[in-house]
Nanobody
Framework: QVQLVESGGGLVPAGGSLRLSCAAS????????MGWYRQAPGKQRELVAS???????NYADSVKGRFTISRDNAKNTVYLQTNSVKPEDTAVYYC??????????????WGQGTQVTVSA
């Protein structure tokens, strides 16, 4: 069974930093795009950042210049470095990945979510 396991969330003061990690485990052929989403109470889940296997990145305007997404293909892991966090960054953060179970077909998997709370 393939799964994504997240870690690194917690309580952080405004202006501080956190590093989120998400590792894929199980049996699979490879991983294509990976990303981080977040969902705040009463709001829809939104894309925070994404990264291709070739390391091209994309960011939501609200986090550009503050958050950095990266990945280690050898470890099947994606990271989100969050700097200069703001109270409005408070949300449950979910990782997402296109995982090739077989070489010709992938499934989209989600992590269980990790809470990030920014105190004012």
């Amino acid at each position: 069974q393939v799964q994504l396991v997240e870690s690194g969330g917690g309580l952080v003061p405004a202006g501080g930093s956190l590093r989120l990690s998400c590792a894929a485990s199980g049996s699979f052929s490879g991983i294509n795009d990976m990303g981080w989403y977040r969902q705040a109470p009463g709001k829809q889940r939104e894309l925070v950042a994404s990264i291709t296997r070739g390391l091209s990145t994309n960011y939501a305007d609200s986090v550009k210049g503050r958050f950095t997404i990266s990945r280690d293909n050898a470890k099947n892991t994606v990271y989100l470095q969050t700097n200069s966090v703001k109270p409005e960054d408070t949300a449950v953060y979910y990782c997402n990945a296109q995982v090739y179970i077989y070489p010709w077909d992938y499934v989209v998997l989600w992590g269980q979510g990790t809470q990030v709370t920014v105190s004012a």
